[in-house]
């Protein structure tokens, strides 16, 4: 696909690049959604950003220009991408019935948009089953409709999918847009779910449409503009999104912090970095004039969405998206339970995890959660697949407490002693390894946190069912000299004496 | 205490007024350590970032003027509060013996700093118990020493509290603390721990200080300087810190996150919205010469610090500070670990949470971890101790799962059907209560994160606990009709049937 390159990932997050006709944008990104009758702040100061691509509404445009078709970039005088959604919304709400899509998909054309949307069924109220179904294939009907205006087309155009909060609907959009040659996909969240902060549900509607949508191509999120939720719709592979909540929370005077909004009333102090923070106070902006305010509010909160994609942005390059969730995930209730709904999609995110990084970060293991991070998981998979293969008859366990662990006396010393048996260590986190791979990624880059009886009593049960497999007539165990180990070494002893297909010894090296 | 008032508690935090000569500063706060000699950025650009307090070395000071009592203010140019440190480190490494404490202090006196150190013994290196002890009782001595000289001064003086890592040591220290006239006590952090981010070693230390010192005076922790540990000190009780990491971190090209520190030439993206960050790339501030990068990436390193400083005080305002900790600590291992020694602090720091607050912000309940929040534990233990005074003979058991909680069916139609029984409420995380209390705080504002298994079986131990101190003849409960409930009601009843004092009985209502 030469429109849209991907260079890096992680879980299912991706950093790529989309070339428009008017320049390329490098995604993660977040189009903010622009008035083209009264925009505030100004184009030129949300350039500055560094955003380089906007969203607008070709139906307001179209009514603002009776249907003239003027050229958008002059229009607004904005020379990078434009993106523009169709409308739908708005021909609901006004009733203009009189517009149909193959009319707004003409004028998108005529008027020289980047980015186009055909005119979809706004799924902005709860639509029941039967309503879904309906809007579904109303807007199926429409792409293909639109198809012969836009194959000559050099712009990039939007094939809406639909069915949403219904996954049997989904599923017949998705296949649909498996058959349909439009550039990019995109997913409309029911605001309903996001006016509520089921942060859960929109996550779990587009993990599952990810899932059965071409990976290849992107995924557009509409309407969603939250630093609380972006990092976690890109790790279920979320390319773009758009947002006017810059602008309509500063109107409201809501504040976006990185961990949710507050009202600017409620801040005594500005928990912030940004130009406008470092130079004002809540008290300063509270008394400058509302429109004043609006549109350093606005600016704020730009700021605030351009830094999260930074952060994310760097956490897929770094590898570490999952950390990043997990960091994430405890900043707020509904976040904490949108990781579990990442969590679930664990095994469909994990294949996207490239197998190794130029980088390779210390893998952060924190606490239990970080036994679901992706990244461990396969690693671990890998390294079990390997030693069920060459099933060691006699195999000597030695507590991995002290990197490199394959300086630790105990291995030192074990290797001299007993060089009949196949030494493993085992780990409260990475499990079991050989002493080849203490060395090597990730067993000698990571840190551990804490080792509580929730992570002992996970470690513990995978370390048996490794042992298990492996089948091995002798095992000997060497007790840490590391205190916090005893309970981790304890109850793998206790679980090993259930069983009599093998002998059993218990060492103490004094070191 | 005229020179320091405290108004907002949250923890064992505080937000409080420092008086001083030139200035009031609030707490906490972050003194940046200033080089008088060559010193970057400018001083007038640190005080545009908002720091009006600076922290400077009164041994080269006094070096550096050959023993010359200069205003300090005026050869600085800085008419806010200076505090000076007495250099004992300096004293050490370049051996100078003709500068004793006497000599320090009138010298401190004489050139007017704000906040004045004496020349206590440096506790850089690893000392053995012996050497810490020889440490505190020589430093006890010039405290003594010092008292005729500032007896009759206008300026702040600090006694260095020693004895650290020893705990036995660091009580005698503490006791003298409570009977010297000193207006700050200063917690000398060993470097060695902060060097290898034994956050945990430290916090463990400071709270134990804190807990002996007076808590109406300032508590200082010298040399802490990094956005991560900053939050978890203030919780413990740390108001005032001084660190030069801004600048040495900058020299090293290290660049300050919320969530650690990277070299600039690890970043793909600048993850902050500084004014610094905002304007410049990665590769224009690797390109830039070395002499400017070094004074942004200092500026970038100092709104860092700002920030989180405001931060916490924002998180105390809003009694949301245990909140803030349970966020930060998923962040890093090493943060995770410093989490669990304030856990530890709980009971103490529970002690310094007012009762009531102004403002009442949602109780964010996330998972298991929730359950230590100290708000919820006093709030809790309050409301047991009132129903265990009342003992009501028959209960009726609800499962709590829509708020307003008094407004559920299952609550109208009980108070109806039984009258002759006292209602209470079950909750995973807040535990028991009655109707009456519905829509007080906080059992109206929170926020219910996830209800795993953890956090179950910790709040059906604390309900049974609850039940049985009630000694009730008779227990109705009703199934609830939320599903994510089935899971805690049932674990209830399972136990409530294995006793035999009081009649149970199961009900369901239809809604």
Request: charge should be positive; hydrophobic fraction near 35%; aromatic fraction near 12%.
């Amino acid at each position: 696909m030469e429109y849209f390159d991907t260079r890096d990932y992680d879980l299912a997050g991706r950093i790529g690049k989309l070339r428009t006709k008017h320049g390329i944008i490098e995604t993660p990104y977040l189009f903010p959604v622009i008035d083209p009758i009264r925009q505030q702040p100004p184009l030129e100061t949300i350039r500055s950003l560094g955003f380089n691509g906007i969203i607008t509404n070709a139906y307001l445009f179209y009514r603002r220009n009776k249907g003239l078709p003027k050229k958008i970039h002059d229009s607004l005088k904005w020379n990078n991408t434009i993106m523009t959604d169709s409308g739908g919304y708005q021909v609901l709400i006004y009733g203009d019935v009189e517009v149909d899509n193959k009319t707004i998909v003409e004028y998108e054309k005529e008027i020289g948009t980047d980015i186009a949307v055909i005119l979809d069924i706004p799924t902005g109220t709860k639509m029941s089953w039967e309503e879904a179904r309906q809007a579904l294939f109303e807007t199926n009907k429409r792409a293909v409709e639109a198809l012969p205006y836009i194959m000559d087309s050099d712009q990039l155009w939007v094939f809406p999918v639909q069915g949403s909060p219904y996954k049997d609907l989904l599923l017949i959009s998705t296949s649909t847009a498996w058959r349909l040659p439009y550039h990019i996909n995109a997913f409309g969240s029911p605001t309903v779910l996001l006016e509520k902060y089921e942060y859960d549900k929109i996550l779990d509607l587009v993990g599952f449409a990810r899932l059965h949508l071409p990976p290849h191509k992107p995924l557009h999120v509409f309407g969603v503009g939250h630093p609380m939720i972006i990092p976690f719709l890109v790790a279920l592979g979320g390319d773009l999104f758009d947002s006017a909540s810059y602008i309509l929370y500063a109107r409201d005077n809501r504040y976006m912090t990185e961990t949710g909004t507050k009202k600017l009333e409620e801040l005594h102090y500005l928990p912030c970095n940004c130009p406008v923070c470092s130079k004002y106070t809540v008290k300063e902006l509270l008394e400058m004039p509302r429109k004043k305010r609006v549109e350093y509010l606005a600016l704020h909160n730009l700021y605030m969405l351009r830094k999260e994609i930074n952060n994310v942005k760097q956490a897929i390059k770094e590898g570490r998206l999952w950390e990043y969730l997990e960091y994430k995930s405890k900043s707020h209730p509904t976040l904490r339970k949108a990781f579990e709904i990442v969590k679930r999609y664990t095994r469909y995110l994990e294949k996207y995890n490239p197998e190794t990084k130029g980088t390779t970060h210390a893998l952060l293991l924190i606490d239990k959660d970080s036994h679901h991070n992706p990244r461990l998981i396969r690693i671990k998979r890998k390294v079990y697949g390997m030693l069920s293969n060459k099933k060691p008859e006699n195999i000597l366990l030695i507590p991995a407490y002290k990197k490199p662990y394959n300086q630790q006396i105990e291995y030192i010393e074990a290797k001299r002693r007993y060089p009949e048996y196949t030494i493993l260590f085992y780990h409260p986190y990475l499990g079991v390894f050989p002493p080849q791979l203490a060395n090597t990624y990730p067993y000698f880059q990571h840190e551990v946190g804490i080792i509580d009886e929730e992570v002992i009593t996970k470690a513990s049960t995978e370390i048996l069912q490794v042992i298990n497999k492996l089948r091995p007539r002798k095992i000997i165990i060497i007790q840490p000299v590391e205190e916090k180990y005893y309970l981790l070494t304890h109850k793998i002893i206790k679980w090993l004496r259930t069983k009599t297909t093998y002998t059993l010894d218990v060492l103490s090296f004094q070191t």
